[in-house]
């Protein structure tokens, strides 16, 4: 999942894909919205993966594979461990500044081998898909939509 040189079968995406968002109930709060990781056992099923530490920030995936089942085009990634998971949420965050999203956004990136990457640009990308969305409702990617897992058939 991570990392900028993962062989043949991967392309290099630009990682500000086309995310459409759909949830019932968007709000906009008075801090930042950000993405992190997040989980609930009692929504797990047999298609999700959780290889994430639990409140770590989250982005899109850099990659997308070609292979059959892997799972990247419906997972995040997290900044620090570097792994993958189909199960994420939004924080209203009061203590972050920009500037140090920013900037969590460049070490991970760099981290897993995406120096070229504009990540000023990416950071900002990942705060305009979180900033209409709900704080604490856990989130996925289904058919190229980030939604609210209540409104899926997980529920």
Same mark, same amino acid.
């Given at each position: 999942?991570?990392? *900028? ?21 968007? +709000? ?11 989980? @609930?056992?009692?929504?797990? +099923?047999?298609? @999700? ?28 990634? *997290? ?17 972050? +500044?920009? @500037? ?27 705060? !305009? !898909? ?26």
């Amino acid at each position: 999942m991570a990392g *900028g040189n993962r062989g043949a079968s991967r392309q290099q995406s630009s990682i500000c894909h086309t995310h459409r968002i759909r949830c019932p109930h968007s +709000t906009i709060g008075e801090h930042v919205h950000i993405l992190v990781a997040g989980r @609930d056992p009692e929504q797990l +099923t047999d298609r @999700d993966f959780v290889w994430t530490v639990e409140g770590e920030l989250v982005m899109m995936p850099p990659d997308i594979c070609d292979c059959p089942g892997c799972g990247c085009e419906r997972s995040v990634v *997290g900044l620090a461990s570097s792994g993958a998971s189909t199960m994420f949420q939004v924080i209203d965050h009061p203590a972050m +500044t920009h @500037d140090e999203y920013r900037e969590a956004f460049a070490d991970g990136l760099a981290r897993q081998g995406y120096r070229d990457m504009d990540a000023e640009a990416v950071a900002d990308y990942h705060l !305009l !898909l979180a900033a209409d969305l709900p704080p604490g409702e856990l989130l996925e990617i289904k058919d190229g939509y980030i939604r609210c897992r209540s409104m899926s058939d997980h529920a």
